[in-house]
């Protein structure tokens, strides 16, 4: 008896063994939907000229290492400063921008210095990578100021 | 938080199940599409591991499997098992092995996230799993390169592909000791065999496991006076052991019966991840400061509670992970920091970044498991203030699982542009488009495949042996420390490079005992060193290749 009892139970408070086509349907929609708007949206190649202006790194919870650079200026001629402090700073000369990469590249300094532009839904982030040594890196984000 | 069952997926309707489902290809292509288009257009990889696998795939393929393809006369020291895969698939696609390891990484290393998926299912039902598999997909990863972190990359290295066979594994163990049934145990030790046989760390991971579940289990039956039982759980885990023994036959009769696991060569396993190091803390806590691992230490928590309290089975699997891989991570970093600044050798595993992995990786299925359940109470608080009847614990709807699994959409829509843009697809890409811009480089490699049969051997210095030579599959005097047969004294190759080199700069004709020694029968140089070589032509006459920045010599038959 107790078994039935018991087996009875689980019955009751099972859910429904029915597939909702209505419900897949539509979570189907918001899905295929919300993707095509995601994917379309995410590839979209910056204006390099919005880009223009001078940026501040985000402030850390630590703070930032004395490594850190302290400023960034993106001219209009696409060329970009880093400033480090204390005098110190890196021009970036022949700077580029490379449209396909969503980059500021140099020839020579690709892997040590990279401004790397992540587009955001109603802006951009700027996270500039510097290249301290030893086969490390260290990336920061920065704001517009 | 009763709300954490173990295997709840059997329970699901057909309709949650569906949308799981559901999450999981709207997740795999949201997360595949930024893959596919980080490896468009990519001929090179750019770290190391992917000149290694070329080796190790052109090795297979031209029919010299259990060969170490960077010391002649070595054998097979790397866990091979997705060599033989990336070898097979080379074969069934006619690619060749450079561009199919870099174009093949989106494609194959989906099975993490899939298998990732499954195994949360299994044990914490399907809501659990996209909870899980969101915050492993688009929430874990942020500013770290993906082989640090267990997430979906693109970028086809061991570590990131072999996850999944680990978290397939963690089904079959968990299996294995739901039962003394003789079966199960067989598959766990297969399971744990061939994971051993894709990458040592997670393969050591699941042995330890098993291991420490035996005993608990054997422990716990010999003190209740259930002899037979104890006896039972002894014979089947032999058995998996036994399974495990004949699964990594193929890796451990080089690792095992030629080197006897003695290593030699500390520096590979001692390479410690930037953001691991003491000196980098702040890099650490920079990476680690995060919802996700707030919310998956609470998760482990409870977890912890449930696996002593209840002896939910499932949780004990999940901590026993998680707590074994902190055990392996922590061992790992004293070995790496006694050996760099005490000098005192104790045996090693692997990279201690390897362990941070799967500690990760749990930490995604803890936190997703906590979000699930904090939804659920959230829910019924919400329906007993709007009703003013309590809401029974277990009582949610179809409505609810199907609303906690598609809410996921929002926070996947705010961080996605960032994600599709993150650090380990930029970096890497950066990088691959670096090394390519090298041209001249890289007819180094064409030069040498072209030149250089199986048996000879190359000289040239470390960083020339990294890339291009290393991804010819030919072998070399020596490279860099972290890369090649750790059961091969690295040091005296080092040197003996070093000596060679300098002999032929140096005011006599080079002795060619130390040549003879590593059967060298090429020499690669850049054209700065090639001036200095004043003695080169003693040894190496016949100039075979030349460009602007590098040129490959021979010796004569000797």
Known sequence: MDHEQNKSMRENTRPKDSLSLRLIVAVGILLTGTAAILLSWSFAVPDPGTLVGTYIPVPQLLGLPSSAPTRLTIDPNGKMRLDFGAGRAADSGGVHWDAKELTFRSKYDSLEMRVRVVPDWFSYHVFVRVHPGLGRYEEYEFRRL | ?558
């Not at chain 2, 050591?204 to 037979?228: K, N, S, Y």
């Not at chain 2, 009847?389 to 699982?401: H, K, N, P, Q, Y």
Request: glycine fraction near 6%.
């Open chain 2, 1 to 558: 938080m009763t709300g954490l069952r173990p295997l709840t997926g059997k329970r699901t309707d057909p309709t949650t199940r569906a949308v799981a489902l559901m999450m999981l290809a709207f997740m795999l292509l949201l997360a595949a599409v930024p893959g596919v288009h980080a490896v468009t257009g990519i001929q090179w990889g750019s770290v190391l591991d992917f000149y290694r696998d070329e080796a190790y795939v052109r090795t297979i393929l031209e029919g010299h499997f259990g060969a170490d393809p960077f010391y002649k006369g070595e054998h097979l020291w790397y866990a091979p098992l997705i060599y033989l895969i990336e070898a097979g698939l080379c074969k069934l696609t006619s690619l060749p092995p450079e561009v199919l390891l870099v174009r093949a990484g989106p494609w194959l290393i989906l099975l993490a996230p899939i298998a990732f998926f499954a195994m949360v299912w299994y044990f914490r039902g399907p809501v659990t799993a996209v909870c899980s598999t969101a915050i492993y997909l688009f929430f874990a990863v942020r500013h770290e390169p993906g082989w640090a972190v267990a997430t979906y990359t693109p970028w086809l290295i061991p570590v990131s592909l072999l996850q999944a066979f680990f978290y397939i594994e963690l089904i079959l163990i968990d299996k294995a000791f739901r039962t003394r049934r003789l079966l199960p145990s067989v598959w766990a030790g297969l399971g744990a065999g061939f994971t051993f046989m894709g990458h040592a760390a997670p393969g050591l991971i699941a042995v330890l496991m098993i291991g420490t579940l035996t005993a608990w289990d054997m422990l716990r039956t010999w003190r209740a006076g259930e002899h037979a039982d104890a006896g039972r759980r002894l014979l089947t885990s032999s058995t998996a052991a036994l399974a495990f023994v004949l699964a990594s036959l193929p890796f451990l009769w080089y690792v095992v019966g030629y080197y006897s696991l003695h290593l030699v060569n500390r520096a590979p396993f001692i390479f410690t991840y930037y953001a691991l190091t003491i000196s980098d803390l702040r890099a650490f806590l920079f990476h680690n400061i995060h919802w996700v691992n707030l919310i998956g230490l609470i998760g482990l928590v409870i977890f912890l509670v449930e696996a002593v309290h209840a002896r939910a089975k499932s949780s004990t699997t999940l901590v026993l992970w998680f707590g074994i891989s902190l055990v392996l991570f922590t061992y790992g970093y004293a070995v790496s920091v006694l050996d760099s600044h005490y000098d005192i050798h104790l045996p090693g595993t692997a990279p201690t970044f390897h362990y941070y992995f799967y500690m990760k990786a749990a930490l995604s299925v803890f936190a997703g498991a906590l979000l699930y359940d904090g939804f659920q109470l959230f829910r019924r608080a919400i329906g007993k203030r709007m009703r003013g009847d309590a809401v029974a614990e277990g009582s949610e709807t179809l409505r609810s699982r199907v609303a906690l699994m598609t809410l996921w959409v929002i926070p996947i829509l705010m961080v996605y542009p960032s994600y599709a843009y993150r650090n380990d697809l930029f970096v890497q890409r950066a990088r691959c488009i670096k090394f390519a811009e090298d041209t001249l480089r890289t007819t180094v490699f064409e030069w040498v495949r072209e030149e250089m049969t199986w048996n000879d051997v190359l000289l040239c210095n470390a960083d020339l042996s990294c890339f291009p030579v290393m991804a010819t599959g030919r072998n070399f005097v020596c490279t860099a420390n972290t890369m090649p047969n750790p059961y091969v004294d690295h040091l005296e190759r080092y040197l003996d490079n070093g000596r060679m080199l300098a002999s032929l700069a140096g005011n006599q004709v080079p002795d060619p005992a130390l040549f003879n020694k590593y059967q060298v029968t090429h020499l690669l140089l850049t054209t700065a060193e090639d001036r200095a070589m004043v003695q080169r032509a003693s040894l190496f006459p016949l100039e075979l290749h030349r460009n602007g920045s590098y040129v490959l010599y021979a010796r004569p038959h000797w």
